[in-house]
């Protein structure tokens, strides 16, 4: 049974930063393309990041650009969001996903999902 467990949410000041962790067993990680996507209340799910199998392909969307970063270790199983420059429009619960496909992923195929981490920013 995959699991997806995402760590590191928390309250922060706009201008601050946080680095989310997703932990991940009962799947091959080595070989998963792994994404971050964000919901913020009354909006849809989007994505934000995502990192190919072996870290060599990143794709990060406009919104956050320039201020966050994905990163993954493979001995660790665990795949991170580095965030700065925080902005109140950051606010969302944050989701870790899986696909062994890192195309399908970022068009939003997600194989599998994990709980979500808050983040809250304030102004």
């Known amino acids: 049974q995959v699991q997806l467990v995402e760590s590191g949410g928390g309250f922060v000041q706009a201008g601050g930063s946080l680095r989310l962790s997703c932990a991940a067993s009962g799947l091959t990680f080595s070989a998963s393309a792994m994404a971050w996507f964000r919901q913020a209340p009354g909006k849809e799910r989007e994505f934000v990041a995502g990192i190919s199998w072996s870290g060599g392909n990143t794709h990060i969307a406009d919104s956050v650009k320039g201020r966050f970063t994905i990163s993954r270790d493979n001995a660790r199983n665990t795949v991170y969001l580095q965030m700065t420059s925080l902005k109140p429009g950051d606010t969302a619960v944050y989701y870790c996903?899986?696909?062994?496909?890192?195309?399908?992923?970022?068009?939003?195929?997600?194989?599998?999902w994990g709980q979500g981490t808050q983040v809250t920013v304030s102004s």
């Open positions: 996903a899986a696909n062994t496909n890192f195309g399908k992923l970022v068009r939003g195929e997600v194989e599998d």
